[in-house]
Each structure stands twice: as C-alpha cells, then as structure tokens.
C-alpha cells in the first residue's frame, strides 16, 4: 500500500479493459428498518447540490487518471434514493457523466428510483440525458407488506412510477421484490409475484429480507416480532419464487436475480465477472486490477475532503492473488452458468495460478452435491444455491 500526501493511501494501475462506472447517491425520504447501504434521511436541496459539487471534483480528478483506451460497458446510479434528485440536479449529474464518459448509445445506463419519488418529468429527464435502464425499487405489491418493512411508498405509487417509465418510453426496466417478509405466508407472497410478472418487467430482483442484529422490522403481520424467517421458511419462499418466475418465462441467471431472454443486467454480470469498475460518491467502491479502493462512508468527511483536495478521501488496499481468485471464485459461482476454470486462474494481469484456488474443497464440495464439475466449467447445483452462504464460507474462510 502506498501514501499519498494528505495521508490518505493512493492507488495505481496500468490498464483496463472493460470499465464499469458506479455513482453512490446517498440520499432517501427517511431510512428503512433493514437498509445497510449508506444512505442519510436528508432531502436538503442545498446538501445535495453540495454532494454534486463535490461529485464533480472527484469525476474530474480521477477520469483524468484512467488509460487513455478502455471499454466503457455500462453506468449504475444508485443509492440511496437517486429518484429523490430535483429535476434540475438530475440534470446536472446526466451532464456530469456525458462529459466525463461518453457513453454509446448501446452502454447500459441503469439508475435505481423509488416509486414515491418517480414521476413523469424526472423519467423524461433520465431518459433525455442517455439513461435506458431503470431499476425500480417496488419492494412489494401489497400496501400490508410495504408498510411492515417500514417503507413509504404505497402500491398505487408503483403503478404511477411505472406509468411514468413507460411515459419515457425506456422499455428495459428491474423491479426489486424482498422475499421473505415474516407474517406473509405462500399464497400471499405467490400474489405478489403473479402480479409482478403481469406488469412484465425485463428483470426481476429477489433478496430474501435481512436485518442486522438488533434490528426489528416496525410492524409484524399477525406474528410475534420475528427478525426474519428460519432457515426452513426462507427456503421455501425461494423455491416457491424459482418456480413462479421460471414458470412466467423469466431465466434465473443469478442466485437472487431473473431476466426475460435478452435482459440480464450488464452492471450485475460485471461485478460477478471480475471487471474492473469506477466506483464514484460517498462510500462507493472501486476495484480497478488488483487495487480496491472505498471512498470515505460519511458524507461530510467526503464533503470536506473535497473542498480540500480534488480527490475524495479513500482507503486503498492491494489484494493479493489468493483474495483476487477467491473473489473470482465466490462471486463468480453466484451466477447459474457457473465459471470456468481459465476465469478462475485469471487474466488481465492477475497472477492468480491454479495452486491459489482451493482444489480439494471444490472435489468435497462436488461429493456433497454442492457444486458441479464439468470439463472446464464448474457451478453451483440446486443444492448449492440454495447453500450459496456456506459455501462461499468454506472456498473463502
Ligand atoms: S430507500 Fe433504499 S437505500 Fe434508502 S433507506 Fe430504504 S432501502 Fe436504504
């Protein structure tokens, strides 16, 4: 690890192929009982623009320092809340974004909006400035559940959101659903799946609810205040999800995520590849070779830090091989097709060799039916998906 002069450790890289740019926007209504992104419950226009200031200065200083020649493969703008943006900042950051990156018509610029926040303007604006992917933050369809996960929005507000990306003609569209909500049995949860896939969204987004310890949702449908489910009760919500949306034509390509043909998210396939990507804002995270970096997670340390220095504060930390191919290894085998051995083994410069990923664990992790083997590829079978936690533990102790 290096130092750079205001203390902070510095970064260097050579080259990269393929470039994904992440933009952290930390900003929601209020923050909700299970939400371990950072974000703060502040809509201060003034906050705000001073976050876009200070996001400027950070574009600027470090698109200056990245290879002449790379493939910009696609954009994400998430959060927080990036649909609780004025209009006019909105615009701002499109700007902001064109000028530093030049994305094509055909790079994948996703931003995440929430329903209660999403109108018709603002699409129009998102859709002007380049964006044709977003992600919307539904969470349910059913008002007793939203309001159980302590969220703000109501389902009607859904629809209105979804009006207005339709209104903005931007046809590639996710919708996020938590799965496992204590108090919703199968058939209420089944509803809400069978509704989710008649809106036919190109991509489906199902995280089972976790909450740190501690935490307890505000209110519980008709139970005692359990955290989450058992392990038993969450099974059988994935499995009852697997099946409903594999039935509706919807490909699971990763454990939590499902695409109609055509839609998996590229932003997505990049992380669980390995790619290189940009990670720009308050507590974002950049992985560019074997460097990853993690900007300051506090918004006013990243504010003052900005005003002092063109650079935002940030840790870097140099990962050595066995990290690279384990990483490779665990996010890689998140995706249904599996990996290759060569992906494995690395490129781009990583000298991650055979001996750096753990053989023998992956031949008792095939006896246990956990993964499957075959010539060069290996994969999680439906064992080991249903596992995937334990086995990430025992490749990546
Ligand atoms: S809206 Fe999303 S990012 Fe904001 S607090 Fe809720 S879960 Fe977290």
């Not at 933009?23 to 703060?40: E, G, I, N, T």
């Not at 940009?278 to 507590?283: F, P």
């Amino acid at each position: 690890m290096r130092r750079s002069q205001n203390g902070m450790r510095r970064c260097a890289f050579d080259f990269v192929n393929t470039l994904g740019v992440y933009l952290h926007l930390p900003f929601c209504d209020s923050k909700c009982p299970y939400c371990a992104f950072y974000s703060v419950p502040a809509v201060d226009s003034e906050l705000i623009d001073a976050y876009i200031e200070a996001l400027t200065r950070e574009i600027r200083h470090r698109r200056a320092r990245l290879p002449a020649a790379f493939r910009l493969s696609s954009i994400y703008i998430g959060g927080g809340t990036p649909s609780v943006l004025s209009v006019r900042q909105l615009e701002r950051i499109g700007d902001m974004i064109r000028d530093a990156f030049r994305p094509a018509h055909d790079t994948e610029w996703s931003v995440e909006c929430n329903p209660g926040s999403l109108d018709r303007e603002k699409a129009a604006v998102l859709k002007a400035a380049g964006v044709n992917r977003i992600s919307l933050g539904a969470q349910s369809l059913d008002d007793d559940i939203l309001r159980s996960l302590g969220r703000r929005h109501q389902v009607s507000e859904v629809w209105r959101a979804l009006e207005a990306i339709r209104s903005a003609q931007i046809s590639n569209w996710n919708m996020d659903l938590i799965a496992c909500v204590p108090g919703v049995g199968e058939r209420r949860w089944h509803k809400v799946l069978r509704q989710a896939v008649e809106i036919q969204p190109t991509h489906l987004s199902v995280y089972a609810l976790t909450l740190d310890e501690g935490r307890r949702l505000p209110v519980v449908m008709g139970q005692r205040p359990l955290a989450t489910l058992d392990d038993s009760g969450q099974l059988r919500m994935l499995r009852l999800t697997r099946d409903c949306l594999q039935a509706a034509g919807y490909w699971r390509y990763e454990i939590s995520n499902y695409a109609l043909a055509g839609w998996r998210c590229r932003h997505h396939l990049d992380c669980w590849r390995g790619r290189d990507y940009l990670g720009l804002g308050a507590s974002a995270v950049s992985r560019l070779g074997a460097w990853r970096r993690q900007n300051v997670p506090d918004l006013q340390a990243y504010l003052d830090g900005l005003q002092r220095q063109d650079d935002a504060p940030h840790e870097d930390e140099k990962l050595s091989p066995q990290v690279c191919a384990a990483e490779r290894l665990v996010f890689g085998l998140r995706q249904i097709e599996g990996v290759t051995l060569d992906f494995l083994q690395g490129d781009e410069g990583l000298p991650a060799g055979p001996h750096q990923w753990p053989r023998p664990a992956l031949r008792e992790l095939q006896q246990q039916d956990m993964i499957w083997w075959s010539g060069n590829r290996i994969g999680l079978t439906e064992r080991g998906l249903e596992l995937a936690d334990a086995v990430a533990l025992e490749l990546w102790p």
